[in-house]
């Protein structure tokens, strides 16, 4: 086993791409449709023909959702195995989409995309899924149109993290016996990274990169972009509880992601 993150990374992908493709289909899942896409499509405001670059697509589901849409949408992943399950799931729509085997840590690959060629990028629930988001952060600005925005989704750093646990605890709140439901976190402030399972039945742990918010929005600003857009997303109370402690209604107070929009200028 490689000692590299970023090589680790690749490898875990790779091998879990068949269970992802699987769990995630045509129509995402519960994280996806209730607490990202809304947010997503409301803050890139997609038009139809348009271009968009779709960074870490996976299998796929967000390219579609914006062809879907009318948008003119260039995809990429690391893994080839990802990209094969988002092309064979995107024949409805191959005058509207390409994929490509990318590299995001790569500049010279990146810069292949074609320099101001886009006017939104977007990165769906994948930045802390890279061992390296500086060389990413630097090329985007070449590769956007003026005034162009990138827009992205993370699981909540503050509290949805590697370090995060779910509780529950149970108490008399003013003569009533109630469960009461809490994240626990032990980190945040300091960058890390360490192996965790997305899916409770994908072959290999993946590796997360856990930064702070600071380190997104800074990264950001160095590089030419200022915040415009900003939407923390928690499940609704009625949402079902798929496990008792897993994310869910029971959880409606506490986000487990955002969504940010930067703007090129």
Known sequence: ???????????????????????????????????????????????????YLDIACG???TSRRLASLGAQVTAF?????????????SINYQSLLTYHVIDATDEQQLLSLGEQSFDSALS???????????????????????NATFVFSLTHPAFNNASSMHVAE??????EIKTVYSVKVSRYMTSYHAKGLALRNQPKPQMYFERPLQYYL??????GFVLDGFEERAFPPESPQTFPLGWGG????????????????
């Open 124 to 146: 769906n629930m994948a930045l802390f899924d890279m061992a390296d988001i500086e060389t990413l952060f630097q090329t985007l600005p070449k590769l956007l149109k003026p």
């Open 77 to 89: 992943d690391f893994s080839a195995n990802l990209i094969e399950k988002a092309k064979s799931r």
């Open 1 to 51: 086993m490689t000692d590299d993150p970023h090589q680790f990374t690749h490898a875990a992908w790779e091998a879990n791409a068949d269970v992802w493709d699987a769990r995630m289909g045509d129509e995402g899942n519960d994280f996806f449709n209730l607490l990202c896409w809304p947010s997503l499509a409301s803050l890139l405001d997609v038009q139809p023909g348009r271009r």
């Open 59 to 61: 299998n796929g589901l």
């Open 250 to 265: 029971n959880f409606s107070e506490i986000p487990a992601a955002l969504i940010a929009r930067f703007c090129k200028v």
């Open 170 to 175: 149970e108490m008399d709140l003013e003569g």
């Open 218 to 223: 800074n990264l950001g600003f160095r590089n």
